[in-house]
């Protein structure tokens, strides 16, 4: 029962992490301001790659919080 749930948790954080990657990668092709002015400068470069893939990986935390308030077994009783 617990390695099904590591599991869930595991996919929904990686999936989370995916797609921030993918959704920042195009947000820093069409505006760059967005991580250079709207975010602190904590990764120490200018480079829309760089900063869209380390703020796409800071969004793990949204994978864990939905693989953990997501249940692991349908709404119904089978019949």
């Not at 800071?58 to 009783?77: I, K, Q």
Request: glycine share 6%; hydrophobic share 50%; proline share 8%.
């Amino acid at each position: 029962m617990y390695a099904v749930f590591f599991t869930i948790i595991l996919l929904c954080v990686d999936a989370a992490i995916l797609y921030g990657i993918f959704h920042d990668q195009v947000t820093a092709r069409l505006c760059v301001e967005y991580f250079t002015i709207g975010h602190p400068n904590i990764f120490g470069t200018d480079n829309p790659t760089v900063l869209a893939i380390a703020w796409g990986i800071c969004t793990w935390w949204v994978g864990f919080y939905l693989a953990c308030h997501c249940p692991c077994r349908p709404p119904w009783e089978p019949s």
